[in-house]
């Protein structure tokens, strides 16, 4: 059905059939803020929704990108050193840095193709949309090429086109949520290695994800400022990454750290106790204690991490008050974008509405509201 579907928007947009295409999904990040690019632990959950990428190649040399919600074809010449791209060009840096990252690890790049973007991910909506189209173009370009790879190497690949093309310091979270899911489980990253496992979790388990549509400003630049100010922290601590120190560490070298650093570190590291403690409440079958969890780990990036913002602080505040709320809150790099709910099955629509409701009283817009579960990782599709 889905196959039927790509294949129809292909012959649309390209005149000929698709060769090939990979799917993979969004994710939300369940609990580890900021914790993945210090070398420490984060669990994530791969959703129902995601991004395809639809394939065939060419004999010419070019590279064509097209994507549904957009008119017009993005050509560029095939090359081992891709250069990025800027305006609303912008969004075929995504597959571009994937290449650039096989050509940068001795691989085969595809000579020549038609590659078509369909999605049923919002974008903007803290779901990492972006991440999804990196694992997708991945598997779609490893397929054409006929290259077998280890899914930890592909996950790695995605994270550097993230790093080295895009431009943004992020961790392995959202490239190895989407590589790793799998249908009713979170996906457990230890950053440091990384490696890569997967934590049941209870079929009752729903999530609600709210978007509040606000972006800061400089949000871009706000994430590079913390990963900054961690790299500090750790360095006024004298270790290389915060994963190295334990919370009462931190308690104890209060006086010699900047009242930054101290705020930094204390989040990280105490972060890093709340996945473990998570992992041991999954393990128990006990979601009251992992709700209670989430919501401290919102509290702790409202306080310590300073990431949240109005909006956000005020949609945990609405929805830990509603029957049926294990916990809430937001969910990835924060500075805005979208706070998670994990609920019991009871929790519902006229519900999610007076969440809603008492937004748009406050704020004079509503928030996007989203009701997803976990979905299986990225795969080639048919
Ligand atoms: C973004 C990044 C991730 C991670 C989160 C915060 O989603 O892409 O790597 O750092 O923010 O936990």
Redesign the pocket.
Known sequence: MVLKLLTENFRTRFGRPLTLAARAPGRI?FI??????NGGT?LGASIDRGVTVALAPRGDGQWCFATENRAGVVTVPATDQPARLTGNDSWVNYPLGVIAALAAHGRPVPAGFDLLVTSDLPPGA?L?SS?ALELSSALAFLALTGQDVPRAEVVQWC?HA?NHFVG?P?????QGVSGFGRRDHLVFIDCRGPSFSTVSLPSSARFWVFNTHTKHALVDGL?AARHRECMAAARALGVPLLADVKPAQVETARSRLSPESYRRAKHVVEEIARVDATVTALKAGDLAAVGRLLTASHRSSQQWFENSTPELDFLVDQLIAQPGVHGARLS???FGGAVMALTTPEFNETQAAAVMAAYAAKFGSNPEVLRTQTGDGAALVG
């Open positions: 990040e580890g803020n900021h914790t993945d690019y984060v803290g990492s991440a994270r993230e943004v992020c961790g392995v979270l959202d994430y990835g790099g924060g």
